[in-house]
């Protein structure tokens, strides 16, 4: 579990673009104390990503982060809980050439 949570955690670029998320610090720490493995900040932002065990698990981290998002910067949000794609990317179809 631990191992997951030091692979989401970003030392380059977090620091940098957390700074553009209000609310970013008080949400990460609400979804690490709610549960999750590991939080951060899903491509260049705004968009944050937590990662639990399950998906009753990822429901209450997000419900958490939303919370948070709300009384820390006053933001609303959405949410989406969904298992991760274990997978990965294939090829559906090609077109001849």
């Not at 209450?60 to 820390?72: G, L, N, Q, S």
């Amino acid at each position: 579990a631990s191992l997951v949570g030091a692979c989401v955690e970003d030392a380059v670029a977090e620091p940098v673009r957390a700074k553009l998320i209000p609310g970013f610090a008080e949400v990460k720490e609400a979804a690490l104390s709610a549960g999750a493995y590991g939080c951060s900040i899903s491509g260049s932002g705004p968009s944050l990503f937590a990662v639990t065990s399950s998906i009753r698990a990822g429901n209450i981290v997000a419900a958490v982060m939303k919370k948070t998002f709300k009384r820390a910067a006053g933001i609303e949000c959405e949410t989406y809980v969904s298992r991760i794609n274990r997978t990965g990317a294939r090829i559906l179809w090609t077109k001849s050439v």
